[in-house]
Nanobody, 127 residues
């Protein structure tokens, strides 16, 4: 079992930045891809970014490309999401998720592919 705990959410003005963190515990093997998803009120949970277990590849939703950066530190069992140039439409609960995977450079885009999830952290961007 792997547990994920997100942190770093909060209230920020449009144009500002936040860095989300997601710490994993309970798994000694770091062979899992990690992703960030978000869910705004009344909407479906949507893909934001994903990174392979070895950091060989990262990919992003079109809506955040060039503004968000996903990274991971396997020594700390932590994945990060650096969010810059935030917009009000980025407001949502942000979830990190993990997918067991030994494939180098493989990322996952669908929420149904992920094996475990965190509880989420709220991000609110004011205009």
């Amino acid at each position: 079992q792997v547990q994920l705990v997100e942190s770093g959410g909060g209230l920020v003005q449009a144009g500002g930045s936040l860095r989300l963190s997601c710490a994993a515990s309970g798994q000694t093997d770091d062979h899992y891809a990690l992703g960030w998803f978000r869910q705004a009120a009344g909407k479906e949970r949507e893909f934001v970014a994903s990174i392979s277990w070895d950091s060989a590849r990262a990919d992003y939703a079109d809506s955040v490309k060039g503004r968000f950066t996903i990274s991971r530190d396997n020594a700390k069992n932590t994945v990060y999401l650096q969010m810059n140039s935030l917009k009000p439409e980025d407001s949502a609960v942000y979830y990190c998720a993990g997918k067991f995977s030994y494939y180098s450079g493989v990322v996952y885009f669908s929420k149904g592919e992920y094996d475990f999830w965190g509880q989420g952290t709220q991000v609110t961007v004011s205009s």
